[in-house]
């Protein structure tokens, strides 16, 4: 199972976009770069995922490296409301999610 | 509308005493999970169900059972509940294998007394 790599903490302003990295190097060919956030006492929400292309959504867009070993969460404009923890998770064929440390995002008014 | 419901929300039980907690899914999806979260940790995956098909982890502790009678509940069994197992228990459904997103309940908080 693919291992992934994501800061601890980032912050950022309100309204401004932000960037979420994640090294995901031993990922293999055909596991999809799922992302979900969590806000406390809550469960995990569904943010964005793909294969091999970007992919945007109402809530974000997801920037996949060419050899996919990395890839990057954008927020175009952060809010309040995005303030939550972020996982970067590989998922095989079998759909097993296996989730790292994630990143705690601070979003500054 | 909540499409994955987990109930209670808070549980309390008592050392050694057997819980049992419920999901239930209004979306129809073929594979439903269960994920244990202890404080300030990343969710882990305990087992899930492939319609009927039962899988489990390697290192899900043999305290831990689950029961699917049907498409729509899965229960998460826990046979004599220690102290390490106080955590929050997530259930998620996704509608098949393959890189379908997962749809998750917002957990029930377990403490042992």
């Known amino acids: 199972d693919a291992k992934t790599t994501q800061p601890n903490s980032m912050e950022s302003n309100e309204e401004e976009p932000v960037h979420l990295p994640c090294n995901h190097s031993?990922?293999?060919?055909?596991?999809?770069i799922h992302w979900y956030r969590q806000l406390p006492s809550q469960g995990p929400e569904y943010v964005i995922h793909?294969?091999?292309s970007n992919v945007n959504n109402r809530m974000a867009s997801l920037a996949i490296a060419e050899d996919r070993k990395s890839s990057t969460l954008i927020l175009h404009r952060a809010t309040l409301r995005d303030a939550a923890v972020y996982y970067c998770?590989?998922?095989?064929?079998?759909?097993?999610?296996?989730f790292g440390t994630g990143t705690s995002l601070t979003v500054i008014p | 509308d909540a499409m994955v419901i987990q109930n209670p929300r808070y549980q309390v039980t008592q050392f050694g005493k057997p819980v049992t907690l419920s999901c239930s899914q209004t979306?129809?999806?073929?594979?439903m999970y269960w994920y244990q979260q202890k404080s300030s940790q990343a969710p882990k995956l305990l087992f899930h169900?492939?319609?009927?098909?039962?899988?489990n982890e390697a290192d899900t502790p043999d305290n831990f059972q689950s029961r699917r009678p049907n498409t729509s509940f899965c229960f998460l069994d826990i046979r004599s509940p220690g102290l390490g197992d106080a955590a929050m228990y997530l259930c998620?459904?996704?509608?098949?294998?393959?890189?379908?997103?997962?749809?998750f309940g917002d957990g029930t908080r377990l403490s042992i007394l």
């Open positions: 998620a459904t996704s509608r098949g294998r393959g890189g379908e997103p997962q749809h």
């Open positions: 031993t990922i293999s060919g055909t596991d999809y």
């Open positions: 793909g294969l091999t």
């Open positions: 998770i590989p998922a095989n064929t079998g759909n097993q999610f296996y």
């Open positions: 979306l129809n999806h073929n594979v």
């Open positions: 169900y492939y319609d009927k098909d039962f899988n």
